[in-house]
């Protein structure tokens, strides 16, 4: 990426230096600060994303402005959240988190006083480049503080904090519509956010780095192009992906950034980015894992409450109800996990995560127009179980893979691991999500089309449907033709219903899929040479 500004010669890489723990009197209380960090940039997007029907309503603004509020903030958390990485191998997390959660404090706590479209857009962006920081630096800090020996533990509370949250997220947005206001939507964080900088001030300490301060514009360049792939990824199933001017635009712009950053990278290598360090087979097995994981998850937070918003109407109240009652559940069964990943293999546990979760997929797959949200209660509760094994499991694999490769030993292998992940976190997140959403969209259509051909006017099947359906509409309609064109509307929205209800099962088949073949790959993964016994032995 970049190097120190130098005078036409490349800046000579300096010997690696090793990651330096960090030396604070409250390091439990850093830790604390990092995880409710992490824990409100999951929620803040969450809340925007469910709760973007009641913001259009209450503020009055068109479905594709309001479509490119959650764009332009995720947007910003990616171009912040594998910048800070690196950022913080020179600064240090304290300079990085105090600043930031003051402006996403700020940010938060104004958005609802926005007094235009343009203002919020821009608020979101300020408030997105602000919480991107909050996740990066996490499992850093944990990693560089906690006794090894609990750094098990750690990871636990990492995915209690994480699933936790996702799972509530759409039942405090539905309760706050309903009893407060859409604006807590965004005064969530801004009321938890200061306890936060409390405890960054007293747990994180000052860092002073003497090294020489490298020019930033090679991590610019890759984190725009991140940014604008992302946008394009997000906005490209809405607005038609390349038949889109500004699809086109985007997609141009992130790969000529990205051409840059190649370039930059080539002419003068940032001796704090060490890319040989990653070309392993483990690490990128493992690294994929997290896209799997993600894929998975959409599941519970895309296909169950797009199915039963689309086909039940259920409202995120409704919806949320019906999710989040596991939160509790996970959150016991990860710290259960963790124990047992002391004395098991955690590659096992990732393996029996993720077939758990694909067993609940299968049975998924047998959805009909006829399931509530009760259908899916049972089932859920199992892929709790399953997500969490499969969180706690990859997580683990990916920290000792981190350890035995000596990504602690130089400050740049662990800004590139630690980058990696991120990116695969951030970026291959959004990559499943658009593509499932594309996925769903084609499915439904080809559904669509082949019920249509069984559904034709003349039809001694359709023509008794539609008598049957004319009969009910008759009592509410003027005459027998406006019953008649009741009952063909009627119709035609039970074939949308039973082509979106096919395509729903056929996306929990694709997860299955997926599934398998990750489980396949992780075949060819070499042996782990330090498990968490070992560990769990150190101080």
């Known amino acids: 990426m970049t190097t120190t500004e130098t005078t036409g010669q490349s800046a000579p890489a300096s010997p690696a230096k090793?990651?330096?723990p960090q030396s604070t009197t409250n390091p439990y209380v850093g830790i604390f600060a990092v995880f409710l960090g992490a824990g409100l940039a999951t929620l803040s997007s969450r809340l925007l994303s469910v709760g973007l029907p009641d913001l259009r309503g209450a503020l009055g603004i068109s479905f594709d402005d309001a479509s490119w509020l959650p764009t332009a903030f995720n947007m910003a958390t990616i171009f912040s959240g594998v910048f800070v990485v690196?950022?913080?191998?020179?600064?240090?997390?304290?300079?990085?988190?105090?600043?930031?959660?003051?402006?996403?404090?700020?940010?938060?706590?104004?958005?609802?006083?926005?007094?235009?479209?343009?203002?919020?857009?821009?608020?979101?962006?300020?408030?997105g480049l602000a919480s991107g920081t909050f996740y990066s630096l996490t499992m850093t800090f944990v990693l560089t503080n906690l006794p090894k020996r609990l750094i098990i533990f750690g990871i636990a509370a990492y995915a209690a904090d994480i699933v936790f949250v996702s799972n509530i997220a759409t039942l405090l947005e539905g309760w706050y519509v309903d009893h407060l206001s859409w604006r807590w939507i965004f005064w969530t964080a801004a009321l938890f956010t200061p306890l936060m900088m409390v405890c960054i001030h007293f747990g994180i300490p000052r860092r002073t780095n003497t090294d020489p301060k490298p020019s930033w514009r090679g991590f610019t360049y890759f984190s725009l192009s991140l940014a604008l792939l992302y946008g394009a990824l997000d906005q490209g199933q809405r607005l038609d992906w390349l038949n889109s001017g500004t699809i086109v635009a985007m997609v141009v712009a992130g790969l000529f950034l990205f051409g840059a950053t190649i370039v930059r990278r080539m002419i003068q290598p940032n001796p704090e980015v060490n890319l040989k360090f990653l070309n392993t087979r483990n690490i990128i097995i493992l690294a994929t894992s997290i896209f799997v994981f993600k894929f998975m998850h959409l599941a519970a937070i895309v296909l169950v409450p797009g199915f039963l918003s689309n086909i039940q109407h259920y409202r995120?109240?409704?919806?949320?109800?019906?999710?989040?009652?596991?939160?509790?559940?996970?959150?016991?069964?990860?710290?259960?996990v963790a124990t047992i990943i002391i004395h098991v293999n955690s590659r096992l546990v990732l393996a029996l995560g993720l077939t758990v979760g694909a067993i609940c997929c299968w049975l998924w797959s047998h959805v009909d127009t006829t399931w509530s949200g009760s259908s899916f209660e049972i089932v859920e509760l199992l892929l709790s179980v399953g997500l969490a094994c499969t969180y706690i499991?990859?997580?683990?694999?990916?920290?000792?893979?981190?350890?035995?490769?000596?990504?602690?030993?130089?400050?740049?292998?662990?800004?590139?691991?630690?980058?990696?992940?991120?990116?695969?976190?951030?970026?291959?997140?959004?990559?499943?999500?658009?593509?499932?959403?594309?996925?769903?969209?084609?499915?439904?259509?080809?559904?669509?089309?082949?019920?249509?051909?069984?559904v034709q006017r003349g039809s001694w099947l359709t023509d008794h449907r539609l008598l049957m359906l004319a009969g009910g509409a008759l009592p509410q309609s003027t005459g027998k033709q406006e019953a008649l064109?009741?009952?063909?509307?009627?119709?035609?929205?039970?074939?949308?219903?039973?082509a979106y209800t096919l395509a729903t099962s056929d996306g929990f088949v694709l997860i299955i899929w997926v599934v398998i073949v990750y489980l396949l790959i992780m075949l060819f993964l070499r042996p782990g040479k330090i498990t968490f016994a070992a560990l769990s032995k150190m101080q």
Request: hydrophobic share 60%.
């Open 18 to 20: 090793p990651v330096q």
């Open 86 to 127: 690196f950022l913080n191998a020179f600064w240090g997390p304290r300079r990085i988190l105090l600043p930031a959660a003051g402006i996403f404090t700020a940010a938060s706590f104004l958005l609802p006083f926005a007094p235009n479209y343009q203002v919020m857009l821009a608020l979101l962006i300020v408030a």
């Open 316 to 336: 995120p109240l409704e919806t949320g109800h019906t999710l989040a009652w596991v939160a509790l559940p996970m959150f016991a069964v990860v710290w259960l």
């Open 393 to 454: 499991g990859l997580v683990s694999s990916i920290v000792l893979e981190a350890l035995e490769a000596g990504a602690l030993t130089s400050a740049a292998n662990a800004a590139t691991f630690s980058g990696f992940m991120h990116l695969m976190r951030l970026f291959g997140g959004q990559v499943g999500v658009a593509a499932m959403t594309h996925f769903i969209a084609v499915r439904e259509q080809f559904h669509s089309n082949m019920l249509g051909l069984y």
């Open 485 to 498: 064109q009741r009952a063909g509307t009627a119709l035609g929205l039970q074939v949308r219903a039973q």
